[in-house]
């Protein structure tokens, strides 16, 4: 293997390990950091790591950690410009070079003002040799929430929903559940690799829902749950609220919400936050995010009815969907899955792909990722 050949393998490596973070490492970015020695023209692992739950260790420290003094003259990717930052530890960088590694291979800058080109050039001013832009588009798919936390401050948008094969979502106060377990295993690993699930009011006072994480060993890995509720219309005693002293419930209320509603929400444990109405007189969908990305969150599961993924499209903030068919049709007037600006929106090819389609159990799932 040539020089250029290692370095993107080891880079591949380091990003599979980022991939294991997402959902886990909010506010932060989740990384992944590989390193190695060459004997003779073999490339030798002597260290890996990844960003750990709650965002710390960092992957770099971690990588450092395993190596020890096999890290001296050794090289190592990282799938994010490392830290220059001092927070409750000293700053990746310095460790890198604390740790006599010789050479580093960066996927992309870090654009947190606190970084930005800064950990690049502490390794530079320490005569490492620094590439910078291995695999970079991969590493910014992986991190496409921590990024546009930063750049757009907004989370990532998935937007997940489920209709019949005539196109319903269900009847009126009553949504549609993925039909086979299949999906719903589906749907329940991808609200791991998620910050935050988000509904609006509707859909809690439909289903009164859970909203968690529930397969074998991943409930700890249950996400925030955000419901978007103009008026505080919530019910205190519905199952949200009920568990939010296991798995946090937050709510995006509206600037016309009387204090003492939302104080009694509070005692609870929930948290509420405030965002401007748009001119529906709805919450406004861009503010409520902006409020988000501002508490942490990097990536966002749109588990709502029609109403939050039509509000979704005309805001423009989706970056993926996941739309599931089941087999069955409603064959009666039910509510309309795709409403016309999301079917405006995904059938837009300058707008959105068709990345994938699977079969899911007994459902089809088409995914949609955003272009450019
Ligand atoms: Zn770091």
Known sequence: M?????????????????????????????????????????PI?????FTQPGGRPHAETQAIAVAGEAARGASIAVTLE???????????AEAIVAAGIVRVVSALEDPDPRVK???????????????????A??????????????????????????QTADGFAGVMGQQLMVSS?????????????????????????????????????MMPFSPVRVVLDTHLATPIGCRLVETCDTVPTWIVTGPDTPNEKIDAFRKTGVIIERAALGKDGRIDIRD???????????????EGGPMLAEALARADVIDSAEIYTSPERLNREGIAALRPGLQAALGDASRFEVSHKVTSGRDTVVHYSRRG
């Open 181 to 217: 377990s299949v999906s719903k295993q589906r749907v329940h690993l991808a609200r791991a690799a998620h910050d935050a699930i988000m509904v609006g009011v509707g859909t809690v006072l439909a289903d009164n829902p859970d909203l968690t994480c529930r397969l074998p060993g």
């Open 288 to 302: 409520a995010l902006k409020v988000l990305a501002s508490r942490g969150l990097t990536r966002i599961l749109s």
């Open 2 to 42: 040539d020089g250029a050949t290692i370095d993107q393998a080891m880079m591949r490596h380091a990003l599979v390990l980022a991939k294991r973070g997402l959902g886990r490492t909010w506010p932060n970015p989740t990384v992944g950091a590989v390193i190695w020695q060459i004997e003779g023209v073999q």
């Open 137 to 162: 588009e991969e590493a910014r798919a992986v991190n496409l929430g921590f990024l546009s936390k930063i750049l757009d401050h907004r989370p990532l948008v998935t937007l997940k929903l489920a």
């Open 82 to 92: 490392p830290c220059a930052h001092h927070g409750k530890t000293p700053p990746c």
């Open 45 to 49: 692992i002597v260290g890996r790591g």
């Open 117 to 135: 080109g800064g950990g690049h050039a502490i390794l530079r001013n320490a005569d490492l040799d620094v590439s910078i832009g291995v695999l």
